[in-house]
């Protein structure tokens, strides 16, 4: 790997020393006088190409003919090889990828090599927060499961409540106040529970392989854990110092680049290639400037500028494209409100929203109580690599491929919604615009409601109350992780304003679900010692965990007897989150409308209880003296926030929670492994880990598997923009599913099914899963749901049950799709489950670039049509057999045009959609894992 940097490239090798210490690193200001107008994210890709090009067979010549490809403003489509220094998963998908190595061991062992010889290339990390389900809040009894082998017994469900009584968190062994405690424990303690066959394997994996770090349950959500204790910057490997360069799949990886890490999303794929030692290929990318100038307005949060600078780059072409800010507003930001604006960048379109290192930075890692050591190697090593952001003019030699502007000054308070992220609405007109939404007959933003646009439902709880729902009511108040509850002033504001409110008298209506899931155990800590908390869970806002919980669907049950008044009224209820997703019925499907916003806004609405209000003459709520009160009342002011803030966010809050990491967790540390073996104990009775069956049959001698695709049935005909949730949900496992009928058939009970992204390390729920999607379009039917046809007998049933027939009889499948095919959150499981449904091959219209590129890693040819062709413009019906030639040549090559033959004769032409030699070879040899076990048997037999 790149702990020495490449013999050939000696003379880029410089020292740095720093007071007695002496780093060794490479050198690339000097490769080429133009080095300084190179933006600051090319300059790290460059460093990283420059000092890994033996990895990848690159001569000093050809590294030299690549440098005038760098200072291009538009680069083209060439890619390039680059090898990542940090690979990071969240669970449910970093669970998959280390079950792959553990069952590539067995095979190794079963052919008699050393299974050791099967490890971790770079440093990848695991953090087990992701996702965790809210199984309770201020009015909801927790829903106790089991890890899924037996149901919990009585003895469980006492250790389950005694613990809830307790007023010590047992993932951080501190004190917490307000009842919170009892919601937050039993939220974890259950988590713990269901989730122990996944973390007993983590835990064994963690001693098993080398260059691999399980975070510990209880920490925070990956993303922003990173920030706080993860995040390198600068990586030091036996003396040899680089940049941190950082991939992963989670669609907010990027957040990181609003702390100077360079980071991209990729493929789960592309994410095991990296960590088995084979490099990312991408294009190098265009890069587009964005000054940001003046400053923003005092009541102007963190969200009202992410959403409008989001809004401002929507509207620039930048798929593809790395956006780097600089300017004088950028010293405005902090780090927090930077790695807000770099999370939303899969909105706004780009690869990555780049803030270089400046003197911001380091203030944050001192505050996060970094070592003043690493502060000065981070500083000294920027400043020698000209990656240190010093001050505004230095940007101005930088050749950009466009510049944009954002003025913060002009910035407003704006929400998202109703229907989608990109539909922004100031919050003065969002009484209006909902109204008009309710009333408009247009599918993409309207409601259809015509009549008694605010009739009321009646309905009453089970404690005898009776209320009445009418559009526009709020049913979900959330605050949600990723992306502003994990900005301190932003969750101090939303403490203050719930502390005036609740001091006035006010709170939630009993019916709503109100939560916070914060990204990181921090916001719960500073929320906790500036008493803040308590005036939350006065209102009704209650910590659940730490996660993405309303992004993902995993958000609990609203109450039955409001579910009822929705549906009998067919009332469009809304939910307001602070999250990163605003999906139509993503947060819960019995609300139609959702809101991305503020916390601080979250709140407002929350005590307001419907969305159908104006703040400016309209009360929040009635006080405790009877009088009016208005969001003027309860707003907090800056002055009052940064005496939090100062007060509060502290570098000794940071170490303690290091420690934590460091030394383990109660839980954590009394969880066994299975066992000590560089070999896993597989159980056959386990519903939550198995052996994946990539290994049980290898490669020929010479690596080649390709193989013609013979007389193939269609198992799916989709349309334009079928996203990966289609193609591997995630949420609950329903008990109709497929899925689910295989669990049941294991003698669980419904409530112990669990989900899908906890599940994601059997495959035999996995593979049952893929394509199961209640909406999926199928084409080959009129009905809307996960079924097919299974030809030729013509029986309508589920895609798996299809598959499986086909299996049985040889018969080879495929796919036909539309544009954009595989859009949305990389998933591993979306391009698994199509492998071990049979799926060879897949004829598409165009793919999601990510996703196209998983196919290619797991071992499915990806077809495209000719320009301005699809299978209905060449009388396609999918129905017919479909066969297509591969074997005539063993070195099937990159965009080799094939020729496709039906049953009925007709014959076209598509496009082997593999864009690189490297993606050719790994298809040669049925995919990336393939190649590395291959590749990794020939190290062992020239040993």
Not at 288 to 300: A, L, N
Not at 538 to 559: E, K, M, R, W
Not at 845 to 869: F, K, W
Request: net charge negative; charged share 20%.
């Amino acid at each position: 790997m790149a702990d020495g940097g490449a013999e050939k490239f000696d003379h880029l090798h410089q020292i740095l020393y720093i007071g007695s210490e002496q780093y060794l690193y490479c050198d690339i200001t000097k490769c080429f006088p133009a080095y300084d107008e190179l933006p600051f994210s090319k300059r790290i890709l460059l460093e990283s190409y420059a000092r890994n090009s033996k990895c990848y067979g690159v001569v000093e010549e050809d590294f030299a003919c690549t440098l005038d490809h760098w200072i291009c403003k538009n680069p083209g489509g060439r890619k390039l090889a680059f090898l990542p220094a940090h690979v990071i998963w969240q669970d449910f998908t970093g669970l998959p990828a280390i079950i792959d190595l553990a069952a590539m061991r067995d095979a190794f062992c079963q052919r008699g090599v050393d299974p050791e010889i099967v490890n971790l290339k770079c440093q990848v990390d695991v953090i087990l927060d992701s996702s965790p389900p809210i199984d309770v809040s201020s009015n909801l009894m927790p829903v106790v499961q089991s890890s899924g082998r037996d149901s919990v017994d009585q003895s469980q469900k006492k250790t389950i409540l005694e613990a809830s009584s307790e007023k010590v968190c047992p993932i951080h062994c501190l004190q917490i106040q307000s009842e919170s405690v009892n919601n937050l424990i039993r939220t974890q303690q259950l988590e713990f529970d269901r989730n122990k066959e996944r973390y007993q394997f983590l835990k064994w994996s963690a001693a098993a392989f080398d260059n691999l770090r399980i975070v510990p349950p209880g920490s925070g959500v990956l993303h922003q854990f990173n920030l706080e204790y993860l995040a390198d910057i600068v990586f030091n490997k036996n003396g040899f110092i680089y940049p941190d360069f950082t991939v992963g799949i989670d669609s907010h990886i990027t957040m990181l680049n609003g702390l100077g890490v360079l980071a991209f999303g990729v493929s789960p794929m592309d994410a095991e290639a990296v960590m088995l030692g084979e490099p990312l290929e991408m294009a190098l990318p265009e890069v587009i400037g964005c000054r940001i100038v003046k400053k923003p307005s005092i009541y102007t949060t963190s969200t009202d500028i992410v959403l409008a600078i989001t809004k401002s780059l929507r509207q620039a072409q930048l798929s593809g494209k790395v956006v780097e800010f600089f300017g004088s507003g950028v010293l405005q930001l902090s780090v927090l409100d930077r790695k807000t604006i770099a999370n939303m960048c899969p909105e706004y379109g780009a690869i990555a929203g780049f803030f270089p290192v400046d003197e911001v930075t380091l203030t944050y890692l001192e505050r996060t109580g970094r070592a003043s050591n690493q502060i000065q190697l981070i500083k000294q090593y920027l400043l020698s690599m000209k990656l240190f952001q010093s001050n505004d003019e230095s940007s101005q030699k930088i050749q950009y491929a466009e510049i944009l502007e954002v003025d913060l000054s002009v910035i407003t308070s704006d929400c998202s919604g109703p229907k989608h992220p990109k539909d922004r609405v100031p919050v003065s007109k969002l009484k209006e615009d909902f109204l008009c939404c309710l009333n408009s007959q247009d599918l993409i933003r309207g409601y259809g409601r015509v009549k008694n646009i605010l009739a009321e439902q009646p309905f009453r709880l089970n404690d005898g109350a009776e209320f009445a729902l009418k559009h526009g009511d709020v049913l979900l108040a959330s605050i949600a992780s990723c992306t502003n509850s994990t900005n301190s002033s932003v969750m101090l504001a939303a403490g203050i304003m719930a502390k005036k409110a609740a001091e006035i008298g006010l709170s939630v209506k009993p019916y709503m679900k109100a939560t916070i899931s914060p990204g990181t155990s921090i916001v719960t800590h500073y929320l906790n010692d500036s008493h803040l908390v308590q005036y939350m869970q006065q209102l009704g806002f209650i910590v659940g965990g730490y996660g993405c919980s309303s992004c993902i669907s995993q958000n609990c049950t609203i109450p039955e007897s409001v579910v009822t008044a929705v549906q009998m009224g067919d009332v469009v209820a809304v939910g307001v989150l602070s999250g990163s997703r605003c999906l139509d019925s993503h947060a819960n499907p019995e609300l139609q409308a959702n809101y991305l916003m503020s916390p601080l806004l979250v709140i407002a609405y929350a005590l307001a209880g419907s969305i159908v209000i104006d703040f400016e003459s309209d009360p929040i709520g009635i006080g405790k003296d009877g009088y009016q009160v208005f969001l003027k009342d309860v707003w907090p002011t800056c002055q009052e926030i940064i005496d939090f803030e100062q007060n509060l966010v502290v570098p000794k809050l940071y170490k303690e929670i290091d420690y934590k990491i460091n030394f383990g967790t109660n839980q954590w540390n009394k969880l066994e492994a299975t066992n000590s073996s560089s070999l896993f104990c597989w159980s056959s009775s386990s519903t939550y880990i198995s052996r994946p069956p990539f290994f049980d049959e290898f490669m020929n001698e010479d690596g080649v598997c390709v193989k013609d695709i013979s007389n193939a049935s269609v198992l799916l005909y989709l349309g334009n923009n079928v996203s990966t949730d289609f193609i591997s949900p995630a949420g609950s496992i329903s008990r109709n599913t497929a899925a689910g009928k295989y669990l049941l058939s294991k003698r669980l009970t419904p409530r112990e099914l669990n989900s899908f992204g906890a599940r994601r390390g059997c495959d035999a729920v996995m593979v049952r899963s893929t394509f199961g999607n209640l909406r999926l379009e199928n084409k080959l039917l009129k009905a809307v749901g996960p079924k097919t046809i299974h030809f030729p007998s013509g029986d309508i049933m589920d895609v798996y049950d299809a598959a499986e027939r086909y299996r049985k009889t040889q018969t080879p499948v495929i796919v036909l799709a539309g544009l954009n095919f595989g859009c949305g959150s990389a998933r591993e499981w979306a391009a698994k489950g199509p492998h071990m449904l049979g799926i060879k091959a897949v004829i598409a219209e165009s793919y999601n670039e990510a996703y196209r590129s998983g196919l290619v890693m797991i071992g499915i040819l990806p077809l495209e049509y000719l320009p301005g062709q699809n299978a209905a413009s060449l009388g396609v019906s999918g129905r017919e057999q479909f066969s297509i030639s591969l074997t005539f040549s063993k070195n099937i090559s990159v965009h080799q045009t094939l020729e496709v033959k039906l049953s009925t004769g007709r014959r076209f032409e598509v496009v082997a959609r593999l864009d690189t030699e490297r993606e050719a070879t790994y298809f040669r040899f049925g995919g990336i894992l393939q190649y590395a076990a291959h590749a990794l048997l020939n190290k062992a037999s020239a040993l």
